[in-house]
């Protein structure tokens, strides 16, 4: 009797063992399965329905103290429903967004400065940042590529000569041309005593005589004077 007592006793404690066993293992199942939900239900909230930034990225051309390049605009578009907030921003005190919020359901476009006023001549390079929310950002890279003053290629001559006496003179011709004698350039200066030649390359040696004309045709030359552009 003992013995019997015994083993039964023994079948017993396994089985109230293995009872307690399944009774601490279901909340821990149920605990993953609605953590799995909960994770599913976020990661289709915090989903980014921005399509890429239309154009990808922004080149301006400039040069150094003329006037502002033309502005540029950018568009990005949504694929999600509903109205959300954007918000426009950048990394460079050169540049600028407009308008820097804004709503969109389908599309918005933004308005893109730069401002080269001050600035050295050189390649500079910024970050345009669209934000919705916290999460979902699309970014465009900008690049001014800023020209340094380029020094005028042309310049002028002014030529003085003295007055012709004849009463029937009708005026004066101005010849110019890079080898004496040979004149690729004539301009008639009217009745005076003075004329400035314009569009003279810098770094050559122009030739000039004047002659003076009536009806009955020009006068010889004058003497020839040159001079190098500078």
């Known amino acids: 009797m003992r013995y019997i007592f015994g083993a ?9 063992r293995k009872t307690h066993f399944s009774t601490i293992q279901w909340p821990w199942q149920i605990v993953g ?5 909960c994770l599913g239900l976020g990661s289709e909230g915090l989903a980014c329905h921005l399509t890429p930034v239309s154009p990808a990225s922004l080149t301006f051309h400039a040069v150094q103290g003329a006037t502002n390049p033309p502005k540029q605009t950018i568009t990005i578009s949504r694929s999600g429903t509903g109205t959300v907030t954007l918000n426009a ?18 599309s918005a476009t933004f308005t893109v400065a730069v401002n080269t006023s001050g600035r050295t001549a050189g390649t ?4 345009v940042t669209i934000k ?9 890279p900008v690049t001014l590529i800023l020209s340094p003053t380029t020094p005028s290629t042309m310049s002028s001559a002014t030529l003085t000569w003295n ?16 080898i004496p004698n040979q004149y690729t350039r004539t301009i008639n200066v009217g009745n005076v005593t003075s004329s400035t030649v314009s569009s003279l390359t810098v770094g050559r ?9 009536n009806s009955a045709g ?6 020839i004077v040159s001079k190098t552009i500078q």
């Not at 399965?33 to 939900?37: D, T």
């Not at 007055?163 to 890079?178: C, D, H, I, Q």
Request: proline share 3%.
């Open 8 to 16: 039964i006793s023994h079948q017993a404690m396994r089985f109230r």
């Open 33 to 37: 399965i609605v953590v799995f939900i």
């Open 89 to 106: 921003s950048d990394n460079a005190s050169w540049i600028s967004e407009s308008p820097a919020t804004t709503s969109i359901t389908k």
């Open 124 to 127: 500079y390079n910024a970050i």
């Open 132 to 140: 919705s929310a916290t999460w979902c950002t699309k970014t465009v």
């Open 163 to 178: 007055a012709v006496t004849a009463t029937s003179l009708t005026g004066y011709r101005v010849y110019v041309g890079e």
């Open 205 to 213: 040696t122009y030739y000039f005589v004047v002659r003076a004309y």
């Open 218 to 223: 020009e006068s010889p030359s004058s003497n």
